[in-house]
């Protein structure tokens, strides 16, 4: 995986965590000379309204009326908020299965902009509750996914990584790796045999980050605790991480996909933005 940062994608609907979501890709694109593309797909409030054989005219235009207003109001965001320099190109969804077609176009960024799933939230406005996940195991793309609990995330100067030596969280480094080049500090949780052992003893997280320029702080936490997601974003909060980085794990039944605990567990209850890979 390449460690450049140069296509965001952005998932773009109705919902106010859009112009969040959006608003932190348009600060951070600079940085690494990144282009953006908010990508609209939403089954909209239109979704409300069931479509019947006996749906007269004045339904039907009912419908197409709330789906052509929640457009709008995305690209409103979209207008009012991209940038005036650099790249930012606006595109659309409307074809179905959403989540498959979303996870088709995100094979062509090298980082995805998502929100975490607001319960609060209208559901006929919303993408499905899983969407942030299903998308990292579909198209295979890391993501930033973004807490609707905070108005405008920081960009990231402290850095986290929760590390165990697996394929979800190498790619996550890996993708990671532009951001944390930029960031003031760089600090490493593990738990388990994970955190046994000297820095100096084979090749490990510590001395991977230092061959791309990075100097991260090994904190080795003993024994995993049986809420680790828990603890996870306790040592985060402690330790004022603006990002964290994990992998994200899953497996496939048709379009399900059942997340491990502490994923699961992150993508309910996050504070902080998360970079997640599948």
């Not at 009912?62 to 005036?84: G, H």
């Not at 480094?173 to 046994?196: E, F, M, Q, Y």
């Not at 003893?201 to 320029?213: E, R, T």
Request: with cysteine; net charge negative; aromatic share 6%.
């Amino acid at each position: 995986m390449s460690d450049e940062l140069k296509k965001l994608l952005v998932h773009a609907d109705a919902t106010p965590q859009f112009a969040q979501r959006l608003e932190f890709a348009c600060r951070l694109a600079p940085r690494h000379g990144a282009g953006i593309t908010a990508l609209y797909a939403s089954p909209s409030a239109s979704e409300a309204i069931p479509v019947t054989a006996g749906m007269g005219p004045g339904l039907a235009v009912l419908r197409e009326n709330a789906r052509d207003t929640a457009l709008a109001k995305a690209r409103s965001v979209f207008e009012q908020l991209r940038p005036a320099e650099g790249t930012a190109a606006w595109a659309e969804i409307h074809e179905f299965p959403l989540v498959s077609a979303f996870s088709e176009r995100a094979l062509y960024a090298d980082m995805l902009v998502l929100g975490q799933h607001d319960p609060s939230e209208d559901w006929s406005a919303l993408m499905p509750a899983d969407f942030p996940e299903t998308v990292l195991a579909l198209s295979g793309r890391p993501a930033l996914v973004l807490p609707y609990t905070s108005a405008r995330p920081g960009l990231p100067g402290k850095v986290v990584i929760a590390w165990k030596p697996s394929r979800g969280a190498a790619r996550a480094v890996t993708a990671a790796l532009p951001i944390l080049r930029g960031a003031n500090s760089v600090h490493i949780l593990s738990w388990g045999s994970d955190a046994v052992g000297g820095e100096g003893q084979g090749p490990n997280i510590v001395s991977y980050l230092k061959a791309h320029d990075i100097e991260a702080t090994w904190h080795r936490e003993g024994a995993e605790p049986a809420d680790l997601g828990d603890v996870l974003l306790s040592r985060a909060f402690d330790l004022q991480a603006d990002l964290l980085v994990m992998g994200c794990y899953g497996r496939a039944r048709a379009y399900e996909w059942a997340l491990g605990g502490v994923s699961r567990t992150v993508l309910k209850t996050m504070t902080l933005p998360v970079l997640m890979a599948h």
